[in-house]
């Protein structure tokens, strides 16, 4: 009775574990799809005439740059090669951002 008790505890672990793994198996797939997909950007993040700055790739960093004369501004310490798929390709463009809140805004974002 002891064997048979021990036995039905130990399949419903085995079932949770294998439950488990594939809940976890899916997270990764639905994760790695979501940063493949381009998002819906915003437009007053492409909206290059009323930025105050935009952020682009330089030499493999995020860089900001003055919007007005397209002067390079800062190269920050945040890796192109940290950031989701989408953001690399939205970088690619340039991100506008309208105004200096905007902008510490986006490298936040970019650095967690």
Known sequence: ????????VLAA???AA????AATVQ??????????????????YTSYETAAYILKEQDGYVAV?????????????IPVSSLRQADRALLQNGIAAG??????????????
């Open 1 to 8: 009775m002891l064997l048979k008790r021990q036995l039905t």
């Open 13 to 15: 672990l085995m079932i």
């Open 18 to 21: 294998v439950m488990c793994a």
């Open 27 to 44: 997270s990764f797939q639905r994760r790695e799809a979501a940063d493949n997909i381009l998002p819906a950007v915003e437009e007053k």
């Open 65 to 77: 740059f003055s919007s007005n004369a397209n002067n390079l501004l800062e190269v920050t310490s």
């Open 99 to 112: 105004s200096r809140q905007e902008l510490l805004t986006l490298l936040e974002d970019f650095n967690s």
